[in-house]
């Protein structure tokens, strides 16, 4: 069945630095690949998709690939802030198994960035 | 506009007891899933309503968990006898349409129920 590996947590970086959370898939059709986020206090958020593959997803200064060969969709930002310190969730949904809103998320990468 | 809301925040409860859970989507939003965390692991999809009809309940764990949405609007999910291993966060989330790639689907920001 399709399933979301992500990198465990908690990833701690000083501000300004390089930011890089793994996310691995598996799926049997061709489905869309999502990074949620979820802040302190609220709800999930979604932080960008992309739908096919090769497709690059970007908001807020982040920003994922769809990479079919490597069935990965790897979460990266230059330049974190401390304001990023969240939980991160990578997610896929498949049309053909459940529609695009029946989510299937990784465990989540708890960053915590300091000053 | 309101965005997605839950209540309550936080449910403490003894096991064997009974709780219920409440969903209310944005106002015209006919689609309304549940989702929940259960001990910091995947978040995991229990069912899916359009307007009151349960279009997919195959997450739901067992029969100790009833959903309803009468009416369309606001959901409840009633979890009755609430054992330990249902401890976990429970997300609501709605969304305008069914289907398109472009569709937004937006969260509540969760009940965390702790069963004792």
């Known amino acids: 069945g399709n399933s979301v590996t992500q990198m465990e947590g908690p990833v701690t970086l000083s501000e300004e630095a390089f930011l890089t959370i793994n996310c691995t898939y598996t799926?049997?059709?061709?489905?869309?690949l999502f990074w949620y986020v979820q802040y302190p206090g609220e709800g999930l958020q979604l932080l960008l998709k992309?739908?096919?593959?090769?497709d690059k997803g970007s908001n807020k200064g982040f920003e994922a690939t769809y990479r079919k060969e490597t069935t990965s969709f790897h979460l990266e930002k230059g330049s974190v802030q401390v304001s990023d310190s969240a939980v991160y969730f990578c997610?896929?949904?498949?049309?053909?198994?459940?529609?695009?809103?029946?989510?299937?998320f990784g465990a989540g990468t708890r960053l915590a960035v300091h000053p | 506009e309101a965005g997605v809301t839950q209540f309550p925040s936080h449910s403490v409860i003894e096991k064997g007891q009974t709780v219920t859970l409440r969903c209310d989507p944005i106002?015209?939003?006919?689609?309304l899933y549940w989702y929940r965390r259960v001990m910091g692991k995947e978040i995991k999809f229990l069912l899916h309503?359009?307007?009151?009809?349960?279009?997919?309940e195959s997450g739901m764990p067992n029969n100790r968990f009833l959903a309803e949405r009468t009416g369309g609007t606001y959901s409840t999910l009633k979890v009755q006898p609430a054992e330990l291993e249902d401890s976990g966060v429970y997300f609501c989330?709605?969304?305008?349409?069914?289907?398109?790639?472009?569709?937004?689907?937006?969260f509540g920001s969760g009940t965390q129920l702790s069963v004792l």
């Open positions: 989330a709605s969304s305008l349409r069914r289907g398109a790639t472009n569709e937004k689907l937006f």
């Open positions: 799926a049997t059709g061709y489905p869309s």
């Open positions: 992309a739908t096919k593959a090769d």
């Open positions: 997610a896929l949904s498949d049309l053909f198994s459940g529609g695009y809103n029946k989510l299937i």
């Open positions: 106002s015209g939003h006919d689609n």
């Open positions: 309503f359009v307007k009151e009809s349960k279009q997919d």
